[in-house]
């Protein structure tokens, strides 16, 4: 039996997973002929690795060329949940990425703002006034070398 969080995946739906990981616009149909399926089956099982949040297909966007001129990793050490405080960070439109982890900092947030003043509102107006959160360090992306999504499955 499999849930949400440990999704039992077939050979057949882990090739699905890396073909569109390497071009999520490639047809169902080209997919279906490369794995054995038919479009048909290839769409639902698409829409079941969906539905169960084991992937999402979504259009990755350069941000500097959106109008988005920086970029920056904001390492968060928190007093009291930390839970919550991931959380709230979620919700802030200008956060993309949101990540509990263990060390220097107890959330790692990535952000993406318009310009550097954008950034200092959002530093000292949203993320700096959660309730928890003791203090930030700002990393700021100077050059972006590789992002990449096809790490394929096991």
Known sequence: MSDRRNPALDDVSKAIIERLQRDGRRSYADIGREVGLSEA??????????ESGVMQ???????????????????????????????????LPQIDYVV??????????????????????????????????AATETFLYMRLVEQRYDWGTR
């Open 100 to 133: 509990m982890t263990a060390g220097t900092f107890d959330v790692i947030a990535e952000v993406v703002c318009e310009d550097d003043d954008a950034l200092i509102e959002l530093l000292n107006t949203e993320v700096r006034t959660i309730e928890g959160v």
């Open 41 to 50: 089956a290839v769409r639902q099982r698409v829409q079941r690795l969906t």
């Open 57 to 91: 297909i979504v259009a990755v966007t350069d941000p500097l060329q959106l109008g988005f001129r920086r970029q920056a990793m904001v390492g968060i050490r928190v007093q009291g949940d930390t839970v919550k405080v991931a959380e709230r960070l979620a919700e």
